[in-house]
């Protein structure tokens, strides 16, 4: 049965930093999958926060651009998400997404693009 599931984190303050993992069981093997980061503020909804495809390639919204940097390890079926510099409108509910790609695809910005989530860990940054 296909799993993902994120861990890593917590409460935190302004300017402090957080990496997020996510480990995958799925149906195919993980480099075969693009795979994107999403959050979730109470209140609102589901946002895109970056993306990674199965070549490397990275995208990021423009709220955390040059703060998060998203990087994968297909040998141990990970995928990460170094936050720096967290500010409090960083807290929500992270959750990864995977969707099997060809090689040469781009991952959407949208929830509905991917078919696989985790549960999601909670970021809580204090100001």
């Known amino acids: 049965q296909a799993q993902l599931v994120e861990s890593g984190g917590g409460l935190v303050q302004t300017g402090d930093s957080l990496r997020l993992s996510c480990a995958a069981s799925l149906r195919h093997p993980f480099r075969y999958y693009g795979m994107g980061w999403f959050r979730q503020a109470p209140g609102k909804e589901r946002e895109f926060v970056a993306t990674?495809?199965?070549?490397?390639?990275?995208d990021y919204s423009d709220s955390v651009k040059g703060r998060f940097t998203v990087s994968r390890d297909n040998d141990k079926k990970t995928v990460f998400l170094q936050m720096n510099s967290l500010k409090h409108e960083d807290t929500a509910l992270y959750y990864c997404?995977?969707?099997?790609?060809?090689?040469?695809?781009?991952?959407?910005?949208?929830?509905?693009?991917?078919?696989?989530w985790g549960q999601g860990t909670q970021v809580t940054v204090s100001s």
């Open positions: 990674i495809s199965r070549s490397g390639s990275t």
């Open positions: 997404a995977a969707k099997q790609l060809i090689l040469s695809a781009v991952p959407g910005h949208a929830p509905s693009d991917y078919d696989y």
